[in-house]
């Protein structure tokens, strides 16, 4: 069948931001043992919050909170903000769609990094903007060559995620306060902060959404282990928040995700804890490489790209390791584009994961992989 398309989806490939693990599992016809390629935390949900979704679960016949309006109250109390400067969303990707849908035009150019995370990317062509993405620069996202890009091409939108995904890399506050006053002035920036409870001090900047032309991005996916009920937020100047009301899905945020985040802000222990033991797994990773000859960079995530190019080359070994872990039921992933594809990319799991995944990987690397 043959059907008549908008000019701007049948100019596209037929193609996703990721390939899941549910898809690879039946691909290779059989579950992974370890699953650490998708960045979740494998530490699971907190307990308070499980338990609030479940009672919550009685009322899935109701449609959600269109406005999310306690949830709101708890994340405005916690940063300082008004409940009407805070957008939520079903994670950071969707909202990445109401931001690239209400700032851009078609045909506008609008600047990222050369394999930075793609659901952005994704996002601004299906609305018909043009990527122009700057090369990494020392395993960071470049600056100051974003910040030329985006006058080069009169951009009206950047992103930058900070700490950053896919090298966990990251900028200090005071960096990404110079490069916002670098943007000219019509630009807006989304500053995609999924990974903000690993960051370390000096790393975010102060939430102020009075700063003009600035969206902020933060989710439960990772240190709050929510990802499958999807749930994220954004930070904004109120106009810029009440404006999302003409295009947002108003009921897409389900009411049990509403419940398990509200309850999971109230469980601080619990993200402590999940912080704590990233930072142990991420020492854990470190140690691994180092004995294997390999490079674990340094992370302000819940991952570690590992350089495993070492004197055996780099993609090629790359790609040849993250098919053999796969063989095994190891899921990684790694990046897609030079230079920065001689990394794989490995979660944070649990101790049993770390465990499983340092064992095949010495074993791999034993038989000359």
Request: aromatic residues 6%.
């Given at each position: 069948m043959t059907a008549r398309l908008s000019s701007i989806v049948a100019a596209l490939p037929a193609t996703v931001?990721?390939?899941?693990?549910?898809?690879?599992?039946?691909?290779?016809?059989?579950?992974?043992?370890?699953?650490?390629?998708?960045?979740?935390?494998?530490?699971?949900?907190?307990?308070?919050?499980?338990?609030?979704?479940?009672?919550?679960?009685?009322?899935?016949?109701?449609?959600?909170?269109?406005?999310?309006?306690e949830l709101r109250e708890v994340l405005a109390f916690r940063h300082g903000v008004a409940p009407d400067e805070i957008l939520i969303g079903a994670g950071i990707d969707e909202?990445?769609?109401?931001?690239?849908?209400?700032?851009?035009?078609?045909?506008?150019?609008?600047?990222?990094?050369?394999?930075?995370?793609p659901t952005f990317a994704y996002h601004v062509v299906g609305y018909g903007g043009r990527l122009e993405a700057v090369p990494y620069r020392d395993d960071h996202e470049d600056l100051a060559a974003l910040a030329q890009a985006a006058h080069d091409h009169a951009a009206p939108l950047v992103y930058l995620s900070n700490p950053d995904n896919p090298m966990g890399s990251w900028h200090s506050a005071d960096a990404v306060r110079a490069f916002r006053a670098d943007?000219?002035?019509?630009?807006?920036?989304v500053l995609d902060e999924a990974y903000a409870e690993f960051a370390p001090a000096g790393v975010l900047p102060p939430i102020d959404t009075a700063e003009p032309r600035t969206i902020r991005m933060r989710t439960?996916?990772?240190?709050?282990?929510?990802?499958?009920?999807?749930?994220?937020?954004?930070?904004?100047?109120?106009?810029?928040?009440?404006?999302?009301?003409?295009?947002?899905?108003?009921?897409?945020?389900?009411?049990?995700?509403?419940v398990g985040a509200r309850a999971s802000l109230e469980d601080e222990a619990h993200t402590g804890e999940v912080?704590?033991?990233?930072?142990?797994?991420?020492?854990?990773?470190?140690?691994?490489?180092?004995?294997?000859?390999?490079?674990?960079?340094?992370?302000a995530t819940n991952f570690v790209a590992i350089d495993v190019a070492g004197a055996?080359?780099?993609?090629?070994?790359?790609?040849?390791?993250?098919?053999?872990?796969?063989?095994q039921g190891i899921f990684v992933r790694m990046p897609g584009v030079a230079p920065l594809d001689r990394c794989i990319r490995v979660t944070v799991g649990t101790p049993e994961d770390r465990r499983l995944f340092a064992e095949v990987l010495e074993e791999l690397v034993r038989c000359g992989h």
């Amino acid at each position: 069948m043959t059907a008549r398309l908008s000019s701007i989806v049948a100019a596209l490939p037929a193609t996703v931001p990721f390939v899941g693990p549910e898809t690879l599992a039946r691909r290779r016809g059989r579950p992974f043992r370890a699953r650490l390629g998708a960045n979740e935390s494998c530490f699971g949900p907190s307990p308070r919050a499980l338990e609030a979704m479940c009672r919550a679960a009685a009322e899935s016949w109701q449609y959600g909170d269109s406005t999310s309006h306690e949830l709101r109250e708890v994340l405005a109390f916690r940063h300082g903000v008004a409940p009407d400067e805070i957008l939520i969303g079903a994670g950071i990707d969707e909202l990445l769609g109401v931001a690239v849908r209400m700032l851009i035009d078609p045909g506008d150019v609008v600047v990222s990094s050369k394999g930075a995370y793609p659901t952005f990317a994704y996002h601004v062509v299906g609305y018909g903007g043009r990527l122009e993405a700057v090369p990494y620069r020392d395993d960071h996202e470049d600056l100051a060559a974003l910040a030329q890009a985006a006058h080069d091409h009169a951009a009206p939108l950047v992103y930058l995620s900070n700490p950053d995904n896919p090298m966990g890399s990251w900028h200090s506050a005071d960096a990404v306060r110079a490069f916002r006053a670098d943007l000219p002035g019509e630009t807006w920036l989304v500053l995609d902060e999924a990974y903000a409870e690993f960051a370390p001090a000096g790393v975010l900047p102060p939430i102020d959404t009075a700063e003009p032309r600035t969206i902020r991005m933060r989710t439960f996916s990772k240190a709050h282990g929510l990802a499958g009920a999807r749930i994220g937020y954004a930070l904004a100047h109120r106009d810029v928040i009440t404006a999302t009301d003409k295009i947002r899905n108003h009921f897409g945020v389900n009411r049990i995700a509403q419940v398990g985040a509200r309850a999971s802000l109230e469980d601080e222990a619990h993200t402590g804890e999940v912080v704590a033991a990233v930072v142990q797994g991420r020492e854990d990773y470190r140690a691994l490489a180092e004995r294997l000859g390999m490079r674990a960079l340094p992370s302000a995530t819940n991952f570690v790209a590992i350089d495993v190019a070492g004197a055996h080359g780099g993609p090629e070994r790359a790609r040849g390791l993250l098919r053999a872990l796969e063989e095994q039921g190891i899921f990684v992933r790694m990046p897609g584009v030079a230079p920065l594809d001689r990394c794989i990319r490995v979660t944070v799991g649990t101790p049993e994961d770390r465990r499983l995944f340092a064992e095949v990987l010495e074993e791999l690397v034993r038989c000359g992989h």
